[in-house]
Nanobody
């Protein structure tokens, strides 16, 4: 059973930075894709960024505007999401997901992911 555990969320002021971590129970190279999604208050869940563990290709949602960076550490079986210049609109529950089936990593579509973590809350204040 695959287990994904997120950490690194918290409460920050506008303009601050956070680095979220997603630790996988298994070897992340075995996944076709890993990604970060978020769900803000009263909003639907949306894709933020994805990465192909095998090749390192990365994909980002259009709203990211260069503020988010997804990366991976094979030795730690961990995927990171660094967020800079945080805005109140970034307030959301951020969840990590893994695709063990073989969907299209570039679509940032939650339906392509079959393993999910519990999420880590990010709250940005003015």
């Amino acid at each position: 059973q695959v287990r994904l555990v997120e950490s690194g969320g918290g409460s920050v002021q506008t303009g601050g930075s956070l680095r979220l971590s997603c630790a996988a129970s298994g070897n992340i190279v075995g996944f076709y894709c890993m990604g970060w999604f978020r769900q803000g208050p009263g909003k639907e869940r949306e894709g933020v960024a994805t990465i192909r563990p095998g090749g390192g290709d990365t994909y980002y949602a259009s709203f990211v505007k260069g503020r988010f960076t997804i990366s991976q550490d094979y030795a730690r079986n961990t995927v990171y999401l660094e967020i800079n210049n945080l805005e109140p609109g970034d307030t959301a529950m951020y969840s990590c997901a893994a695709d063990g089936i073989g969907g299209d990593c570039s679509r940032l579509d939650e339906n392509d992911f079959d393993y999910w973590g519990q999420g880590t809350q990010v709250t940005v204040s003015l």
